[in-house]
């Protein structure tokens, strides 16, 4: 089941950030007193009584033509459209203002959820102010201070209770769920229509058309796929993102639902900050990654090209040695053969078990070849290993003492279960654990 979304949202300096920061536990927003300092939406994971679900910051919204207070509005009202619960944040020191009421009007329109939340209300005396807010038609307003950490608890348990109630989908164990990810303008629609050989998904140049994660069925040599596009048309009088930053939350709306995960880099134009970005969030969920060079006709080869762009593709991802690469045309559709066997095959090796016995002898081939190491003339002892998981495959080493187990002999150990079992495509992970 996917995690809600949740939307601070309100007009600038009313303390969206601070909320945001004290939910996600770390201070993730610039906090500074100064209005229209939160430019951007970011995007963060928080949890209330075993719920997860994503929260968005947003920059404030305020009545105005300026292009940054304008920018600052569209950006709230991608955050209103993605989002299942809105919270509505509100300075309880100033009373409604006429920006409150603006943001109020936006908010009537997206028929979303809403709970109205009115911030710095620091004391008793103070709460009496709260009522002048019931005038903004969103029921009971929450009084709560950022800054002191009161009444969140309130305010989130309204929050969790507007979720929406989907059903758990079943997935089918043998159907391979596969996200394509990556900057606006890659080329993951024409992907997905090259794969099912029509025009399944709507294919445009302009960046930020694709919207909502499409699901499209595929078999092929007697497997069958569901393609997680993150696709969809931009509904007809919304302004959605045009820069690379904003297809984040998408993205890991995808990457949920996945088994693997195909992370387009566009040939024609090299690897950006955004790439390693988005494909970060696919290694920390576990996923099974493959690297898709697209566009490769638009390169001009030499026989060393793609050795050359492989190279670097390593030297930027060194975090994702073990994914495999695949160059490709979805327009021509060159190389496009290579790309389903290999989807195949990672998302094989991520679901791969290996019997104990079998991976303590290959443990033990390992000590052999390079023995434990000694620290503070203690010396680590592996006694056995065991797999414990799945997707990703996930092993606990039983060691004397887990202090002694240095990361750089877990790295080493994982290299010789990769050397063993292959694992292509697949994180995996290794716990030590002492065995009393």
Excluded at 116 to 130: H, P, Q, T, Y
Excluded at 132 to 156: K, M, N, R, V
Excluded at 193 to 217: F, K, P, Y
């Amino acid at each position: 089941m996917r995690k809600s979304v949740v939307a601070i949202v309100g007009r600038p300096n009313v303390g969206k950030s601070t909320i945001f920061n004290r939910l996600v536990g770390e201070r993730i927003s610039i906090v500074e007193d100064i209005p229209g300092v939160t430019r951007d939406r970011i995007y963060s994971e928080a949890e209330w009584l075993n719920t997860s679900f994503n929260i968005i910051d947003t920059g404030g919204i305020e009545v105005g033509d300026e292009p940054l207070l304008a920018q600052i509005r569209h950006q709230a009202e991608i955050a209103i459209d993605e989002a299942d619960v809105i919270i509505f944040m509100v300075n309880g020191r100033e009373g409604v203002t006429a920006s409150d009421e603006e943001v109020a009007k936006l908010l009537y329109k997206s028929s979303k959820p809403v709970v109205l939340a009115v911030n710095k209300i620091d004391n008793s005396e103070m709460r009496e102010r709260i009522y002048d807010f019931y005038a903004l038609g969103f029921g009971e307003p929450f009084p709560i201070s950022g800054s002191h950490g009161l009444g969140l608890g309130d305010l989130l348990d309204d929050v969790v209770k507007k979720f929406p109630h989907d059903q758990p989908v079943e997935k089918d164990e043998d159907t391979i769920y596969f996200s394509l990810i990556g900057r606006p303008n890659v080329g993951k629609s024409s992907l997905v229509n090259a794969l099912v050989n029509e025009e399944r998904v709507i294919v445009s140049d302009i960046e930020g058309t694709t919207r909502d994660a499409v699901d499209t069925q595929l078999h092929k040599d007697g497997q069958d796929y569901v393609i997680i596009d993150t696709a969809g048309m931009r509904k007809k009088g919304k302004v959605y993102e045009t820069t690379e930053k904003y297809s984040v939350l998408r993205a890991l709306k995808a990457i949920e639902r996945s088994d693997v995960v195909l992370v387009l880099i566009d040939a024609d134009t090299g690897i950006r900050e955004q790439d390693k970005r988005i494909a970060g969030y696919a290694h920390d969920a576990g996923r099974a990654i493959i690297l898709v060079v697209n566009k490769w006709d638009t390169v001009e080869t030499t026989e060393k090209s793609m050795k050359e762009f492989e190279d670097k593709l390593r030297s930027q991802f060194q975090f994702l040695d073990y994914a495999p690469i695949v160059f490709l045309s979805a327009k021509t559709k060159k190389r496009l053969h290579t790309l389903i066997p290999t989807i195949k095959l990672v998302s094989e090796n991520h679901s791969k078990r290996i019997s104990t016995n079998v991976l303590n002898d290959v443990i033990m081939d390992a000590l052999a070849v390079n023995p434990t190491p000694t620290y503070k003339g203690k010396k680590l002892k592996i006694l056995y290993a065991t797999q414990v998981a799945v997707k990703p495959p996930a092993f606990v080493v039983f060691v004397n003492d887990t202090e002694l187990m240095h990361f750089s002999y877990v790295r080493f150990l994982e290299n010789k279960i990769r050397e063993a079992f292959g694992f292509s495509g697949t994180p995996i992970k290794i716990f030590a654990r002492r065995r009393d």
